[in-house]
């Protein structure tokens, strides 16, 4: 958060009459504060915001689908900046895993904001072109309910008082009262509750505080209920910590099936276990990012390619674990018995073809309404990594490399 603190420095130095009045407030900021509570959010993950909802840009101040201290992307693809704070960095959960429960053994700094100041360093950024939204998360004081509350307040200043139009990614606090999620699904973009772990059971393994199935499950379907009345905006995600406790791939995937056909999930993120010293894992190994980039790619594969439970369950070894390789490419290598034509593959058949993905699928089908093709650069030029997919491929009869050389090449 070193960037947020000269950014924040650099509004006191402007000119009042370029930010406002609001700006005043940081002048005597408190900029541990806002380090410390930054940084307590440094492994929620925000990297999509989609959001349908549309503004009239005269009457709101901020925009959710403009471009602009983290940063997101918007449906259309443009990068949005975001202000990304706790409430507050006290807890009353002990999570084994994370810096700012009671099982933290060092010292740490206590913080929290007045809805009054998080709103007005919020306008603030926003007022100097830093932000273009809000990502809003925090421990639990001294109950669930108490702090949402605060949070809450925070939003009806934005919303109320400086008539705050951007994009809104709030947390909902595990076991938080309805009335609260309703309240916040009436002002936010995006709501979200982190499962952390794929089940009950290893959630017991890193916590005894938390409840799966209450504090968690039940908060899940109560947002769902609530977006099934009144549409969230940019509906609701969740998020697993990978490798924490153990869990296989597999079971990983299996909860999250259950979360997009049952909870209606917009988006899963993943993030992979890192132990921090304090902690009581600080002695367990960090898990290698690879194994959260694979899990990014089966998920992708379920959610855009709508490949089944059954063609990705080829991608898990005995153990239930990734390998590190495109699960895309290790089910290709065991479904495909022969190159496909692509003048005449169906756009599911071309889905699963390594290197072609929905818009060139797309583009091969709008192409050959007109044309054959019968050249490799012809499916280059449609976007189609040729390295990947030409083995897997027949053109005008022919294959360029033959795929069960191909195969052996890859399994060596």
């Known amino acids: 958060m070193a960037s947020l603190e000269k950014i924040l420095h650099l509004v006191t130095q402007s000119e009042y009459d370029c930010i406002g009045d609001e700006g005043k407030v940081l002048e005597n900021i408190n900029f541990s504060k806002i380090d410390v509570l930054g940084q307590g959010t440094k492994h929620d993950i925000c990297a999509s915001s989609s959001t349908s909802r549309i503004l009239n840009q005269a009457e709101t101040l901020g925009n959710p689908t403009r471009s602009g201290i983290c940063h997101s992307f918007a449906a259309n693809g443009r990068c949005l900046s975001m202000f990304k704070t706790l409430f507050t960095n006290y807890c009353i959960h002990d999570c084994k895993y994370c810096q700012n429960s009671t099982d933290y053994k060092s010292g740490k700094s206590v913080y929290s904001y007045t809805p009054e100041e998080l709103a007005r360093i919020t306008i603030s950024l926003y007022k100097g072109n830093y932000i273009e939204g809000l990502f809003l998360s925090s421990g639990v004081s001294p109950d669930q309910d108490i702090v949402t509350e605060k949070m809450i307040e925070t939003l009806k200043i934005l919303k109320k008082r400086y008539n705050f139009g951007g994009y809104i990614h709030f947390k909902v606090l595990p076991g938080v009262s309805y009335e609260y999620i309703k309240q916040a699904s009436e002002m936010a973009d995006r709501l979200s509750v982190n499962i952390e772990t794929p089940s009950k059971e290893h959630l017991s393994e890193i916590s005894s505080t938390k409840n799966y199935a209450n504090d968690i499950l039940k908060r899940q379907k109560y947002i769902k209920n609530l977006e099934l009345k009144k549409k969230l905006p940019a509906g609701q995600t969740t998020q697993l910590v990978v490798g924490a406790c153990e869990e296989s791939d597999f079971e990983i995937f299996k909860r999250v099936l259950k979360e997009y056909n049952e909870m209606m999930l917009k988006r899963v993120y993943y993030s992979a276990f890192n132990s921090v010293s304090g902690t009581s894992l600080e002695n367990m190994v960090s898990q290698p990012t690879w194994r959260e980039h694979r899990l990014y790619q089966m998920d992708w594969l379920y959610r855009v390619y709508n490949f089944s439970e059954n063609e990705?369950?080829?991608?898990?070894?005995?153990?239930?674990?990734?390998?590190?390789?495109?699960?895309?490419?290790?089910?290709?290598?065991?479904?495909?018995?022969?190159?496909?034509?692509?003048?005449?593959?169906?756009?599911?058949?071309?889905?699963?073809?390594?290197?072609?993905?929905?818009?060139?699928?797309?583009?091969?089908?709008?192409?050959?309404?007109?044309?054959?093709?019968?050249?490799?650069?012809?499916?280059?030029?449609?976007?189609?990594?040729?390295?990947?997919?030409?083995?897997?491929?027949?053109?005008?009869?022919?294959?360029?490399?033959?795929?069960?050389?191909?195969?052996?090449?890859?399994?060596?």
């Open 312 to 412: 990705i369950k080829i991608a898990f070894d005995d153990n239930g674990f990734l390998k590190n390789k495109d699960p895309k490419l290790s089910i290709a290598l065991n479904n495909f018995e022969s190159p496909l034509d692509p003048n005449d593959a169906q756009y599911g058949e071309l889905l699963r073809v390594p290197g072609i993905g929905p818009k060139s699928a797309y583009k091969i089908i709008n192409y050959r309404k007109k044309n054959r093709i019968y050249k490799r650069d012809h499916l280059q030029r449609l976007g189609v990594r040729i390295k990947n997919a030409i083995p897997f491929l027949k053109i005008s009869g022919g294959e360029y490399t033959r795929l069960e050389r191909w195969i052996e090449c890859q399994n060596q």
